[in-house]
């Protein structure tokens, strides 16, 4: 269990990198770029982009709030840059993340083929693959 455990926290170190904190109504308000008229609008619209700041944000010059305007999303993309909640940083992709997992499981004594496979199985059941 403690294995799985190290590999599982090894997942979260991973999987947190190139993700920026969870966009919610409380950073949109602190944002200063959504005004009243929009505020639950564009907070449905975060909720429904599981908070994702970047996807939001391209929502939002795509169109999907009516009226909302461009310099608005401009000003909010510029506040979520600046406060980590849109990151620069590329995601690593599930091999990456794999192969992490399998060097804290040989790390914790368990066989290099064992935790190739165990690595595996804990991605897929994480990730739902």
């Not at 599981?50 to 999907?64: I, S």
């Not at 000003?75 to 690593?92: A, F, M, T």
Request: glycine letters at 6%.
């Amino acid at each position: 269990m403690q294995q799985n455990a190290a590999a599982l926290d090894e997942f979260a170190q991973r999987w947190c990198i190139g993700r920026g904190e969870p966009v919610d109504r409380a950073v949109l308000d602190a944002s200063g770029a959504i005004s009243e008229t929009f505020i639950d609008r564009v907070t449905a619209l975060a909720k429904e982009l599981n908070g994702d700041g970047e996807q939001l944000v391209e929502a939002l010059h795509a169109g999907e709030v009516d009226r909302f305007r461009s310099n608005k999303a401009d000003e909010l993309e510029n506040y979520l840059r600046k406060e980590g909640y849109i990151v620069e940083r590329e995601s690593p992709d599930d091999d990456e993340i794999r192969l992490h997992m399998t060097r804290r499981l040989v790390d914790h004594d368990v066989p290099r083929d064992q935790a190739t496979e165990r690595a595996a199985d804990l991605l897929g059941r994480v990730t739902h693959n």
